[in-house]
């Protein structure tokens, strides 16, 4: 098992302080920079972070819902954090996260002590070439965020130069993820992984169209001892959509371990214009 | 297209009514009684409704997260609502239902103003045989809830009789499902037809054990216009889980209208024991 590298971009990213008035304040990483804010995912890590690191939690996360309200800007925010109800093993959060011009994002979670138990796995990982032998997506260019991931696509890759056709380009995808630099595996790293999956708008028209997460729940499936184990491995990753319409769209994901064990799932809806 | 009837018993449990001190009261329904509390179908369009009512409510819900914290007892309970954000054609709103020992659940919804688009749908309707064709289940001296819905399984019936056999049974589910007495679908009766495929877990181990949704998200594909051209037919409902582990497993949903088209998606992470 490796040690998290210091000063990992995500770590700085995260980096959360109390202030007196019993808030805890961050600023943006231009580092996870997206096209109009924050990468979603590292605001998703934040929540969760949030809660984790609340000297009263008990537990593993199970269950994360962010709702992205406006756009964060460049700079400090605050995160409100209130414990809703604490029982004999389960724990919930709510958080919600200000700049000046109002509330920007709330998130809820849910946290659990896992034990072992009966397990059983009706899914199983889709079939990906090996991942020496995919290549790395190239981010040159792209927005920041890009380029904090190793993305290795074996199906449904982004092709950003506009295509001619207008038939809708198949919705799924299936590639190889992983922080960059590598970062052994946490319920933070994987809070941000669970949203690097391209909008699938983007995928089936071909082309950029304005878009943007409202809301993104992630479920953990294993404790903090299951990711752990994955170490910084690269994850499979697979994502689709059921349908498009009246301006929102459905985005569904799985992050797999190496070993063929669900670590997440995720759904997100999104806003498309157009 | 029918009106409501009058005294529909889902629209009694949904009765809510305004405070003094600017909270909502309602009161548990035993006609959607479950084992240990209200049915949680029952509890999430609660959450929604307080939010769908409150008169600076613009657009229709999108998403739904629903945590539940606490059993709820029978009786009385309250649901505080907070407008957390509201843009041109988005709203959100956070929700906490409580009772005299604490919070029971907490709820984020995110609605939107809905416009005509671009639409495509990847996903198609599972095959099912015709709706006639298949007998209702048996609901006569189960809780209570259970008779509130006409559930017609074409795969995945539950069996309540314990299987001497101890491999999983299969995990999907795919039934014909609509209110009963048959009521006009709208956002509020939707949102309770998410949570009726019976916890996956009693379907694979082939008896009942302790479990308990913790935490439901709910996607609403259709405006209420595309609701409401549902009228009171079925819904073709197709559930499934990827993964059981560590005292914890997903289930996702799908719910169809009759002509194909996707009108809800839901998935939640359920608690279960042993």
Same mark, same amino acid.
């Given at each position: ?39 979603? +995912? ?11 690191? @609340? %000297?009263? !939690?008990?537990?593993?996360? #199970? *269950? ?56 059983y796995q009706p899914a199983a990982m889709p079939a990906i070439p090996p991942h020496e032998t995919l290549a790395p997506m190239n981010t040159e260019g792209r927005n920041a965020w890009l380029s904090r991931y ?5 199906? +449904? ?11 809708? @380009? %198949?919705? !799924?995808?299936?590639?190889? #993820? *992983? ?96």
């Amino acid at each position: 098992m490796n040690a998290i590298p210091p000063n990992h971009p995500l770590d700085i990213a995260m980096r959360l302080t109390p202030t007196d008035d019993g808030r805890l304040k961050g600023t943006t990483s231009d580092e996870y920079w997206n096209m109009m804010g924050p990468f979603g +995912g590292t605001t998703a890590s934040l929540m969760l972070k949030a809660a984790l690191d @609340a %000297p009263a !939690r008990i537990g593993d996360p #199970v *269950a994360l819902t962010v709702n992205f309200c406006a756009p964060i800007a460049k700079g400090d925010f605050f995160i409100d954090l209130k414990e809703t109800r604490t029982n004999r093993s389960t724990q919930h959060w709510s958080m919600e996260l200000s700049q000046e011009n109002g509330i920007a994002a709330t998130a809820t979670a849910v946290f659990a002590k896992r034990r072992e138990t009966w397990a059983y796995q009706p899914a199983a990982m889709p079939a990906i070439p090996p991942h020496e032998t995919l290549a790395p997506m190239n981010t040159e260019g792209r927005n920041a965020w890009l380029s904090r991931y190793d993305l290795r696509f074996a199906e +449904g890759a982004m092709n950003f130069e506009a295509r001619a056709d207008d038939d809708p @380009a %198949p919705s !799924r995808s299936l590639l190889w #993820v *992983a922080d960059k630099p590598a970062r052994p595996l946490d319920f933070v790293s994987l809070a941000s992984l669970a949203d690097t999956f391209i909008v699938r708008i983007f995928l089936v028209r071909g082309r950029m169209v304005p878009a943007g997460t409202v809301s993104l729940t992630t479920y953990f499936h294993t404790d903090a001892a299951g990711l752990a184990a994955q170490g910084d491995a690269p994850l499979v990753g697979m994502a689709d959509t059921k349908t498009f319409r009246q301006g929102y769209f459905d985005q569904s994901a799985e992050l797999w371990g190496g070993d063929g064990r669900l670590l997440a799932t995720s759904v997100q809806t999104v806003y498309f214009k157009e």
